[in-house]
């Protein structure tokens, strides 16, 4: 069974770097994307950007230019490098898989193809 543990979220001032890590235990066999989201108090979960099998990726419009995911293959893990932070990124940020084969696209907004959620990490931006 497929799970996923999130971790590098943290405290950072605007302007600041953080990268997250998204780490799979089991068998990824199957899950043909993974993406990021992030849910911020008393708002909507949102697509943040997502890397198929192939490696290719998907953003939000927003985040374009400042994060960047990429993976690991052989060490199960996704990572999303988040720069020029600012105070609206703060959220709590998940990684999820989906098993929806879309070839070399993936979605960040359609939540209901992901199917395999971590727990959470938690990103504040202030000064």
């Known amino acids: 069974q497929l799970q996923f543990v999130e971790s590098g979220g943290g405290l950072v001032q605007p302007g600041g770097s953080l990268r997250l890590s998204c780490a799979a235990s089991?068998?990824?066999?199957?899950?043909?994307?993974i993406a990021w989201f992030r849910q911020a108090p008393g708002k909507e979960r949102e697509g943040v950007s997502c890397?198929?099998?192939?490696?290719?990726?998907n953003y939000a419009d927003s985040m374009k230019g400042r994060f960047t995911i990429s993976r690991d293959n052989a060490k199960g893990t996704v990572y999303l490098q988040m720069n020029s932070l600012k105070p609206e990124d703060t959220a709590v940020y998940y990684c999820?898989?989906?098993?929806?084969?879309?070839?070399?696209?993936?979605?960040?907004?359609?939540?209901?193809?992901?199917?395999?959620w971590g727990q959470g990490t938690q990103v504040t931006v202030s000064s």
């Open positions: 089991g068998s990824t066999q199957g899950y043909y994307s």
């Open positions: 999820a898989a989906s098993q929806f084969d879309s070839g070399s696209y993936c979605y960040i907004d359609i939540k209901g193809l992901y199917v395999v």
């Open positions: 890397i198929t099998s192939g490696g290719s990726t």
